[in-house]
């Protein structure tokens, strides 16, 4: 479960192979100029948060995200390992439309050189976790999959989704095993994947 302590939620910004629809996962690849852009402008909101710090995915998609984003703020960047996106394994580069697993996948079942995707959400809320037992506020800057730790663990609505370079706070409710309020802050891109 999700500890209780509210936090800002930025997905990294757009990549060429969110752009063609390509399953990512923990390979590295950079933002696209539109991606660099996103980062550049989502600036203004992060500066209105007074944040502590920001933990971000050590891989470049989303540390050049989070860097970008807190330029000029005296807020320090912490990478965290455990916010890597979910690996993929062989079928990383590949479209979406090639991959015939991926509802097998979230029902559990094992795919090889996948990681298992419950084994995954925990990894992601672990991390998350040990994030927001530091002083905060605090933003973390992460992957799409680790959103969806986010709206596992955090009961949100079906429809909850990160773009590309969305901020989002996220509250806990006052009673547990209820919803976390879930706030978007600015109006993303359209989703690209």
Not at 42 to 52: F, I, K, N
Not at 126 to 136: F, H, K, R, V, Y
């Amino acid at each position: 479960m999700l500890k209780r302590q509210p936090f800002y939620f930025l997905r990294h910004g757009e990549t060429e192979w969110n752009l063609s629809r390509r399953w990512q996962g923990s390979t590295d690849v950079p933002l696209n100029e539109t991606g660099l852009a996103q980062a550049d402008a989502v600036r203004g909101h992060v500066a209105e948060l007074e944040l502590a710090a920001i933990y971000t995915s050590p891989l470049d998609r989303a540390h050049e995200t989070a860097r970008r984003a807190a330029q000029g703020l005296d807020v320090p960047i912490h990478p965290i390992e455990g916010l890597t996106e979910a690996c993929f394994g062989p079928y990383e580069g590949l479209g979406h439309d090639e991959v015939q697993w991926a509802q097998d996948w979230v029902s559990g079942k094992e795919i090889e050189g996948v990681e298992n995707y419950h084994n995954f959400l925990d990894r992601a809320l672990s991390a998350i976790n040990d994030c927001l037992d530091q002083p905060g506020p605090i933003m973390i800057v992460a992957h799409g999959g680790i959103f969806w730790s986010v709206k596992h663990h955090g009961h949100l609505h079906d429809a909850a989704w990160a773009g590309n370079c969305s901020l989002h706070h996220l509250q806990p409710p006052a009673t547990h095993g209820k919803p976390w309020r879930h706030d978007v802050l600015n109006a993303p891109e359209e989703e690209t994947a």
